[in-house]
C-alpha cells in the first residue's frame, strides 16, 4: 500500500521556469490537499481539492495552479518560479474533508528556486 | 486572530527522562485538534485527534490531552527513536467556513 506517492523529491529551478509536482494517492480519498512548509513556520495550505473535477484556493495560492481530473491525481503546477517558491511541497490526501480526521502525506519535494 | 503556538521550540531529554509539550490555541469554533511526528525528510505522520475538552488519547508511550485553551503531548519514558518534530494542528470555523492551522512545532531530541 503506497499511500500517497509524490515526485520529484529534489528540484532545483531557475528564475521564470515552469515545473508540474506530481501526487497520486492509492487510498481511494476524495479529499487531497497541497501544502508548503518553509523553516520556522507551520505548513501553509495552498490548494485543496474535494473530488475528482473540484479544487478551491488556500491561504497563500498565488503563483500555483492545480487540476483533478482522477479521484488519485492532483498534481500542482508552478509558472514562472520565483525565489520566495523555494521551500518543501508537501501532498497529503485524507477520507474526510479538511482534515477532519487524520490526513497523509507525501515524502515531500524539496524545491530551490534560484 | 485565529493562534497556533506551540512550545519550546525545541527539546533535549535524557532517555527515560519524560516530559510534556504544549500547544495552545486562540481560535473560534474548534472542531478538532492534530498531533502529528515529522522525521527530517518525510511528511508529517498522524498521531491522534482530540475533539473536546477533557479527551485523552493514549499510544505507547504518547499520550494527548485537550483542555479550552491548550493541548499537551506528555511523553512517559522516551527512547532515542522518539527523536523527531511534534505538530499541532488546530481544525477550525473561520469566517463561515473551515479551515486548519498548523503550529511551527517542538524539535524533540532523545539523548541515549
Known amino acids: 500500500n503506497a499511500g500517497v506517492t509524490q515526485t520529484p523529491k529534489f528540484r532545483i529551478l531557475k528564475i521564470g521556469q515552469s515545473m508540474t509536482l506530481q501526487c497520486t494517492q492509492d487510498m481511494n480519498h476524495n479529499y487531497m490537499y497541497w501544502y508548503r512548509q518553509d523553516p520556522g513556520m507551520g505548513l501553509k495550505l495552498i490548494y485543496y481539492?474535494?473530488?475528482?473535477?473540484?479544487?478551491d484556493k488556500g491561504e497563500v495560492p498565488n503563483g500555483y495552479n492545480v487540476s483533478r481530473s482522477t479521484t488519485e491525481d492532483f498534481p500542482l503546477r508552478l509558472e514562472l518560479a520565483a525565489p520566495s517558491q523555494t521551500s518543501v511541497y508537501f501532498c497529503?490526501?485524507?477520507?474526510?474533508?479538511?482534515?477532519?480526521?487524520?490526513?497523509?502525506f507525501g515524502q515531500g519535494t524539496r524545491l530551490t528556486v534560484v | 486572530e485565529d493562534q497556533v503556538t506551540q512550545s519550546p521550540e525545541a527539546l533535549r531529554l535524557q532517555e527515560g527522562e519524560s516530559s510534556s509539550l504544549n500547544c495552545s490555541y486562540t481560535?473560534?469554533?474548534?472542531?478538532?485538534l492534530f498531533w502529528y511526528r515529522q522525521d527530517p525528510g518525510k511528511g508529517p505522520e498522524f498521531l491522534f485527534t482530540?475533539?473536546?475538552a477533557g479527551e485523552e488519547k493514549e499510544k505507547e508511550r504518547l499520550k494527548a490531552t485537550l483542555t479550552k485553551k491548550e493541548s499537551f503531548l506528555h511523553i512517559t519514558a522516551p527512547k532515542p527513536e522518539d527523536s523527531a518534530t511534534y505538530l499541532c494542528?488546530?481544525?477550525?470555523?473561520?469566517?463561515?467556513?473551515?479551515?486548519?492551522?498548523f503550529g511551527t512545532g517542538t524539535k524533540l531530541q532523545v539523548i541515549p
Open positions: 481560535v473560534s469554533g474548534l472542531r478538532g
Open positions: 482530540l475533539y473536546s
Open positions: 497529503a490526501s485524507s477520507y474526510l474533508g479538511h482534515m477532519n480526521t487524520e490526513a497523509f
Open positions: 494542528a488546530v481544525s477550525m470555523n473561520s469566517g463561515g467556513y473551515q479551515k486548519v492551522t
Open positions: 481539492s474535494v473530488g475528482a473535477g473540484i479544487t
